[in-house]
């Protein structure tokens, strides 16, 4: 029996929190689709795309969004007869991309995050608490990635463009060589649109000089 005296593991009391968290956001997923005229895998597809021009596999959504290849066929198949993705054939007649339309890009701006549960949670926190945790967020998710749990994301920490604490500026340490331009820790992305993914050697040297500084 747990106890003041004899807690459970910390790790386990924060995948207990994490849980909880993760609830609320599977409630605001469906209320967001729901608005949409969509389920929440249909959403996450669309959110998946978005960025992405020369689209993505079926296999390569199905892994990045952790579901079966036939629930992300059966989703994307969905989503084309409402116009919202299309597939692309390409030099190999056997690869097809999904792709999102135009359509699909109208459905994503219409479909705000404003306002629903998780954000507001996040929003009593205070910015700086706000930064640290976006921080841990971010080693939690490149574990996650090199342990294969989940494929790489598309994050300032494994992109070829981030150079950490380049400057001195402590709130604009760090600099990304995409649009040369330097920026702080609460502007590192979990989700970039022009991510390139390092090479391993790279990815290795720049998470070591984000967790030094």
Not at 49 to 54: D, M, S
Not at 85 to 111: I, N, P, Y
Not at 169 to 177: E, I, K, L, V
Request: some cysteine; proline content about 4%; overall charge neutral.
């Amino acid at each position: 029996m747990e106890t003041p005296k004899n807690p459970t593991s910390i790790n386990h009391r924060i995948r207990e929190g994490l849980s909880r968290v993760a609830v609320a956001m599977r409630s605001d997923e469906w209320d967001r689709a729901k608005g949409a005229g969509l389920n929440p895998t249909q959403l996450s597809i669309l959110e998946a795309l978005e960025g992405r021009e020369a689209g993505m596999g079926v296999k390569e959504i199905a892994a990045y969004l952790a579901v079966s290849q036939p629930t992300a066929t059966d989703s994307i198949n969905a989503l084309e007869r409402k116009a919202l993705v299309m597939k692309r054939t390409g030099s190999d007649k056997r690869a097809v991309a999904v792709c999102l339309t135009d359509e699909g890009r109208t459905v994503l701006t219409s479909s705000t995050t404003a306002g629903i549960s998780a954000e507001q949670a996040v929003d009593v926190l205070a910015e700086y608490e706000q930064e640290e945790l976006l921080v841990s967020l971010v080693k939690i998710i490149r574990h996650l990635q090199e342990i294969d749990a989940i494929p790489i994301q598309r994050m300032c920490a494994t992109c070829r463009y981030f150079a950490p604490f380049k400057h001195t500026d402590a709130a604009r340490p760090h600099h990304c060589n995409f649009v040369n331009a330097s920026f702080g820790q609460r502007d590192i992305r979990i989700d970039c649109r022009e991510y390139e993914t390092a090479d391993p050697a790279s990815r290795a040297a720049t998470w070591d000089a984000f967790q030094r500084g």
